[in-house]
């Protein structure tokens, strides 16, 4: 099977669903007869030779200002969209809906091959934290919305994120398809651990605490900041090893300049049997985000026996049955404490409790790959029997992609910076004149917004009719 994969973040940016894509490639690219092509944004001076599959990185601006470390792919570059098409995938699966699933619209057209699409973040969360006017979000999530109902196959990693996909206005059905673990199953060696917690104080005894991940406060962060300030107060020795580096790391790091040593931030550590170790080596895995939909790294703590703290009915506590695989509280740093305060009294039963979570919660990631390549070819079989829903069809103008290129790239690429560059215009001009200018500036914004979503409402129109 020829499978192409479709991600808006790939190497060198490193996050959950970049981390998916990678094991789903290479698990792919191993089984027999298999053929696997990444399309992913490019970043400069990234090397894309380096895998064993084939990584076609296509055109990127830069949006950092915007969205922090992250570049946006133009799913109308036209050079690497031939050599996408040459590849002649027998399916598609998209893990993003924004440029990545327009693109993969654009290659059913021309291979006929169907679309998967996997719903992985809470993208209202993202949308909200990236752009303030609400007028833009909602027509934000719409595009989503159409972009992700255009696929064949629609995937969701947890329960809850299925909810969430609904609640944006979703109205297709979808299949709950977790994801898996690259650990094997297992402790790392003794001398694993010392090697590579050598170079940090944690004394025999004292309970270690982790979390890791990118070090940004929506994830929860400064809940465990809370609690290890309660902790403190009541005289309790302890660690907390934050593991990632994220937008808050500094601010996080000055907070916890008043408990001295008893909180780590040991940057990103991107060798597995490094982070393995480390999770072999701590007590508690502590995960109190609500933003996320699946936890991943709760299943990572799970395989070296960790258990983990967790916010009641986030998506991450799917699964999880408190105090026998596991913790749930309620989202406070006073909840938190009080948990840790009471369990760590019995530290062997917190050690019970990670060995149940490593035998009743671990998916590896071999086993999750293989069951959605058994999808794969049902949604195969499927196409092959006329009966997959009849999306709207990509029309023959689009052959002329240089026409649509020159037609609507120049607005669908300049769109974030004018709205940005008039925003801040607006701020600057509100200090001396609020009312005169306000009225023009949002006037500005306002044309800008029309201007862009009635070049995408032409272009789908263009390439999407039923």
């Not at 998209?94 to 993969?104: E, I, K, Q, R």
């Not at 404490?337 to 019995?346: H, P």
Request: charged share 25%.
């Amino acid at each position: 099977m020829k499978i192409s994969l479709l991600n808006d973040s790939f190497p060198p940016v490193i996050d959950g669903v970049a981390n998916v894509v990678m094991n789903y490639a290479s698990i792919l690219n191993d089984m027999d007869g298999n053929s696997v092509m990444v399309a992913t944004p490019k970043y400069p001076e990234a090397d894309y030779y380096q895998y064993p599959y084939l990584v076609i990185p296509y055109q990127s601006f830069d949006t950092t200002q915007i969205i922090k470390g992250y570049r946006a792919g133009n799913p109308f570059a036209i050079r690497e969209f031939q050599d996408m098409k040459e590849f002649a995938p027998d399916i598609i699966h998209s893990h993003c809906p924004v440029s990545s699933t327009v693109l993969a619209r654009l290659l059913r057209r021309d291979t006929g091959a169907p679309i998967v699409f996997t719903y992985h973040t809470k993208f209202d969360v993202d949308i909200a934290r990236a752009v303030k006017a609400q007028i833009i979000q909602k027509e934000a999530i719409n595009v989503l919305v159409s972009n992700i109902e255009a696929c064949d196959d629609v995937w969701v990693v947890s329960k809850g994120a299925g909810e969430n996909l609904k609640s944006l206005g979703y109205e297709g059905e979808y299949r709950v398809m977790n994801n898996g673990v690259d650990f094997a199953k297992g402790l790392s060696s003794q001398s694993a651990v010392l090697e590579a917690t050598k170079d940090y104080d944690l004394p025999e005894g004292v309970p270690v605490f982790i979390y890791v991940g990118r070090i940004i406060k929506y994830k929860g962060l400064s809940l465990i900041l809370d609690a290890c300030e309660i902790l403190d107060k009541a005289g309790m020795d302890f660690r907390m090893v934050f593991v990632g580096s994220g937008p808050d790391a500094d601010e996080l790091k000055a907070r916890a300049i008043g408990l001295g040593g008893k909180v780590i931030f040991t940057g990103p550590i991107y060798d597995r049997e490094v982070l393995k170790a480390w999770n072999t080596r701590a007590d508690l895995f502590l995960f109190p985000s609500v933003y996320d939909t699946n936890g991943l790294v709760v299943r990572e703590a799970a395989a070296c026996g960790l258990a983990s703290v967790l916010i009641k009915d986030s998506c991450a506590s799917e699964g999880i049955t408190d105090g026998r695989n596991g913790y749930i509280i309620e989202e406070s740093g006073q909840a938190m404490a009080d948990l840790l305060l009471r369990v760590c009294k019995d530290m062997d039963n917190v050690h019970d409790v990670g060995m149940h979570a490593m035998d009743e919660i671990y998916i590896s990631w071999e086993d999750s790959v293989h069951k959605a390549y058994e999808r794969y070819g049902e949604v195969l079989d499927l196409k092959a029997a006329g009966k997959l829903e009849d999306h709207r069809k990509l029309t023959a103008r689009l052959e002329d992609y240089s026409y649509l290129f020159e037609k609507y790239s120049d607005v669908l690429t300049h769109f974030p910076f004018d709205i940005q560059d008039d925003i801040k215009d607006f701020s600057h001009g509100l200090y001396h004149e609020v009312k005169n200018f306000s009225i023009n500036s949002t006037n500005k914004i306002n044309e800008k917004i029309e201007k862009f979503y009635n070049a995408y409402d032409k272009f789908i129109s263009e390439i999407d009719r039923s």
